[in-house]
């Protein structure tokens, strides 16, 4: 890949292990230039084995917060009443995709708004390889649906999160309304409670420091870009959607982990990461 040559979306997602792009990656093709200068150095992070225990930490920790700000009260047999028990195993794999997705692509995030106000971010985490496991296979065999960015409800769910934009864990979701409608039900209310608002912001505000961990350092400020060959305009879009878009997938971090709660599942991750 030369370097003005972004990667493929296909490549982006094998590198998370991952059977779908996260969408901050997919918004970043906007500004395919930028993309091809970062992708690089943090797909080499990314696919180290302290990059992954780092991000699972980050799941660990937006569990701890969920559990002391939320007791479900949807249960699985409520749940049962609008959708089939297959139905429902669809979900659960789907939302353990985005378990493991989303706070790898919080800390890759994190690392590029980092970078732009600094001229070198990470070179301090683990340089071991990433493993392919059980896990990794199973969610790449997951058929994970399509955004459906125009189902019922979502215009709320974005005014209600304060977010720019369909969140892909809730339009993904869109294909299950029966869960959609019900998880919502719920949880609209816990996003308005300030103390659940703290949680996710100070787990963004981790992930920020947790930058440094990255295994191979990124050069990616005003300076290293222009350097690159990036005009102004460019460099200024990228910021806006990663600086738009990374606090808001802390957020859904947070809703992901407070759905998976509410199904059953409160296991820690780190211990036994490869």
């Given at each position: ?16 292990r ?23 150095a ?12 780092s991000?699972?930490?980050?799941a ?18 409520q ?16 939302l ?16 590029l ?27 790449l065999?997951?058929?994970?649906p ?7 409800g ?48 100070a ?6 420091s ?23 305009e ?25 759905m ?15």
């Amino acid at each position: 890949m030369s370097p003005l040559t972004p990667p493929q979306p296909t490549e982006i997602a094998a590198v998370f292990r991952s059977p779908v792009v996260p969408e901050l990656f997919a918004e970043l093709e906007q500004t395919p230039r930028y993309l091809a200068h970062v992708w690089p150095a943090l797909a080499a992070s990314i696919d180290t084995a302290g990059f992954l225990g780092s991000a699972l930490y980050l799941a660990d920790m937006a569990l701890d917060a969920v559990e002391e700000v939320y007791e479900p009260l949807l249960t699985r047999e409520q749940l049962g009443q609008s959708i089939s028990s297959a139905e429902l195993a669809e979900i659960e794999a789907v939302l353990d995709v985005f378990h493991y997705l989303q706070p790898q692509a919080l800390l890759a995030g994190a690392a590029l708004a980092e970078a732009f106000d600094r001229p070198e971010v990470g070179g301090q985490g683990r340089v071991e390889p990433r493993l392919t496991r059980d896990r990794d296979q199973a969610h790449l065999a997951t058929v994970v649906p399509e955004r459906d960015v125009a189902a019922l409800g979502l215009a709320t769910i974005v005014e209600t999160l304060q977010v720019p934009g369909a969140p892909q864990l809730y339009a993904t979701l869109g294909q299950w309304p029966g869960y959609l409608q019900g998880s919502w039900e719920e949880l609209q209310h816990l996003a308005a409670y300030p103390e659940f608002r703290r949680r996710g912001r100070a787990l963004y505000y981790y992930a920020r420091s947790g930058a440094r961990f990255l295994a191979r350092p990124l050069h990616a400020d005003s300076g290293a870009l222009r350097t690159a060959g990036l005009a102004n305009e460019e460099i200024e879009a990228a910021r806006t959607i990663v600086d738009a878009s990374v606090p808001a997938l802390a957020t859904m971090v947070m809703h992901c982990t407070a759905m998976r709660l509410a199904l059953g599942h409160a296991e820690r991750e780190v211990v036994g990461v490869e």
